[in-house]
């Protein structure tokens, strides 16, 4: 495996991997961009060609080709060494039995399924005839691995069995129940359905969406896998793993309700479509698609539960600063039956997508209500989605096309919106939190010795330096504690050194930049002395010491307008 892993680093530079998933601008020896790992305006995510890593300043996310893979797809490792090997172009090795582990176990029990929902699909005529009448071609169906599960109870039990695979690990993976029948224990969870396996964003097995055959009163139509140490169904999207190179390519994602939506817009070349697969819509699923691209294009069938239940959803989309519309389907039509009847119309309908807040306002004015009432439909149904817009100046945009549209004064909205409260704030904690900032000296006693340590350590020396002179200088203003510090950032050596580069690497006027850190340093070591000479000037007014007051109100006088010197070189800067 190791081989394996040298042979991708060989052939994988870091730039060009990052650069595939988020916009990198050159910045002196590396790169830097938007952190993906966390919300910020101002890019603090840097990339080093030279380390092949990348290290946020943000929320200190760092590592190499592997771990952005891990971090951004949301794989474990095996899984982020399968997207890099085919991206690669290398084999990988195969695991020794050893070597297995349980997870790789149980993807192989999953993979065994797929293989026999498949094998029984070309065996079931009506389970073929109706994906066929549904428009899916032969060679969709072998692209999207649909299967076929038996209607008998435990056919899928009886041949992983006698693949040597345990009712245990059948269980872990969801595809077995049990039963209160001493007898007969265990039966198949998926039974009489056709089957759309669940693939993670590296296109491995997690679970199964099964489509009921034969529909009675009893079973639902649709019936997903359970949560299972693979499958969770607030991170997983049916088809992320098939249309995740589309999206950032189109920059927007368009999100179907199902798995039949979803394989048949496919089908016919949109390519950048994933499914809810009936369950709402989460923040981590948004945070994902917001990583590939900040647009969605919801096309939900009006009438279905998904576009009823998608309000919280969208709130969260828009707080999240994504760009939101709705596609809005013909009467009775979703996107599969356009996509097999009238693709021209699909387009069409796609094309012609609103955002969320134009959608709804459109609708209401469509309804000729008379001007209070709506008024108080915008109030209600329109201004919540305004709220959770993190722009002002988006906000305002929208206030001023409402206004225009309904003949609403602006005032009267701002009105309102300022008594409408958000509630689609992003909640999870799928994203990193930025870290607090250290203290300010803190900062400059890190920046100042990190410069030192690079010079040292660089081939390209800085001729405009006098590095011993600021070493004595360093030395005159931290005193002991010079040493203190040099050994703990001694522990991080390749992380100050990639921070510094970062920061001045690219400069021409370092002089200039570490002669104000050194007034920094000089300012934060005189308020320390001002404050302990305070105490001390107190402490001698209270025990009436003269001469001792005398002493130290100088010498706070003299600490003071020191101070107000540096005061006065920031301000010329």
Same mark, same amino acid.
């Given at each position: 495996m190791s081989s394996s892993v040298d042979q991708i680093k060989s052939k994988i530079d870091i730039v060009s991997l990052v650069s595939s998933y988020i916009k990198l601008d050159k910045a002196g020896g590396n790169f830097k961009g938007r952190c993906p790992f966390h919300n910020e305006k101002t890019p603090s995510f840097f990339v080093s060609p030279d380390r092949g890593s990348y290290y946020c300043f943000g929320c200190q996310a760092k590592g190499d080709i592997f771990t952005f893979v891990q971090e951004f797809e949301g794989l474990d490792f095996v899984g982020a060494l399968k997207v890099l090997a085919d991206r690669a172009g290398v084999k990988l090795e195969e695991y020794n039995k050893g070597e297995k582990t349980h997870k790789d176990k149980l993807h192989n029990v999953l993979e065994q399924a797929v293989f026999f929902y498949e094998k029984n699909l070309t065996e079931n005529k009506e389970a073929m005839q109706y994906l066929l009448n549904r428009g899916v071609t032969e060679k969709t169906i072998r692209e999207f691995r649909i299967g076929y599960s038996p209607s008998a109870w435990r056919d899928l039990f009886d041949y992983l069995s006698e693949r040597s695979v345990?009712?245990?690990?059948?269980?872990?993976?969801g595809l077995l129940k049990q039963s209160d029948n001493a007898r007969e224990k265990y039966y198949d969870t998926f039974r009489g359905r056709v089957m759309f396996p669940i693939n993670d964003s590296s296109g491995r097995v997690v679970g199964?969406? !099964?489509?009921?055959?034969?529909?009675?009163d009893k079973s639902p139509k649709y019936l997903n896998s359970p949560e299972t140490t693979l499958f969770n169904k607030s991170e997983v999207l049916f088809g992320l793993d098939k249309a995740k190179k589309d999206i950032r390519l189109r920059d927007y994602s368009v999100l179907v309700e199902g798995q039949m939506d979803l394989v048949m817009l496919h089908q016919v070349g949109i390519t950048n479509a994933v499914a809810s697969s009936g369950t709402a819509l989460t923040e981590n699923h948004l945070v994902k698609l917001r990583r590939l691209s900040n647009r969605i294009i919801m096309a939900y069938d009006g009438d279905s539960a998904g576009f009823r239940a998608s309000d919280r959803s969208s709130k969260i989309a828009l707080s999240l600063g994504m760009e939101l519309k709705i596609a809005e389907m013909p009467s009775g039509k979703d996107p599969a039956d356009?996509?097999?009847?009238?693709?021209?119309?699909?387009? *069409?309908?796609?094309?012609?997508?609103?955002?969320?807040?134009?959608?709804?306002?459109?609708?209401?004015?469509?309804?000729?209500?008379?001007?209070? !009432?709506? !008024?108080?439909?915008?109030?209600?149904n329109v201004l919540p989605y305004i709220v959770e817009l993190p722009s002002t100046i988006e906000q305002s945009h929208f206030v001023k096309s409402i206004a225009k549209k309904t003949?609403?004064?602006?005032e009267a909205l701002w009105d309102d919106l300022k008594k409408v409260k958000s509630t689609g704030q992003v909640t999870s904690t799928f994203e990193r939190t930025p870290v607090q900032a250290s203290k300010r000296a803190e900062i400059i006693e890190r920046r100042v010795l990190g410069v030192l340590m690079w010079h040292r350590e660089s081939k390209k020396k800085n001729i405009n330096l006098d590095i011993e002179g600021l070493e004595n200088r360093v030395l005159e203003i931290l005193g002991d504690r010079m040493k203190v510090l040099i050994d703990s950032l001694e522990r991080e050596k390749d992380l100050i050194l990639f921070e510094t580069e970062s920061y001045y690497g690219s400069r021409d006027n370092l002089k200039e930049d570490m002669e104000e850190l050194f007034v920094g340093l000089e300012e934060d070591k005189l308020k320390k002395e001002?404050? *302990?000479?305070? !105490?001390?000037?107190?402490?001698?007014e209270q025990t009436?010491?003269?001469?001792?007051?005398?002493?130290?109100?100088?010498?706070?006088?003299?600490?003071?307008?020191r101070i107000n010197t540096i005061k006065n070189?920031?301000?010329k800067k």
């Open positions: 345990t009712a245990g690990e059948m269980l872990e993976v199964f969406s !099964g489509r009921i055959l034969v529909p009675d356009l996509a097999m009847g009238d693709i021209d119309s699909l387009k *069409e309908t796609l094309k012609n997508s609103k955002h969320i807040i134009d959608f709804y306002t459109d609708n209401l004015l469509s309804r000729n209500l008379e001007p209070r !009432g709506l !008024g108080e439909e915008i109030r209600k003949f609403i004064k602006e001002f404050t *302990e000479a305070m !105490g001390k000037l107190q402490r001698a009436k010491n003269s001469s001792e007051v005398l002493r130290y109100l100088e010498e706070c006088q003299r600490i003071s307008q070189y920031y301000e």
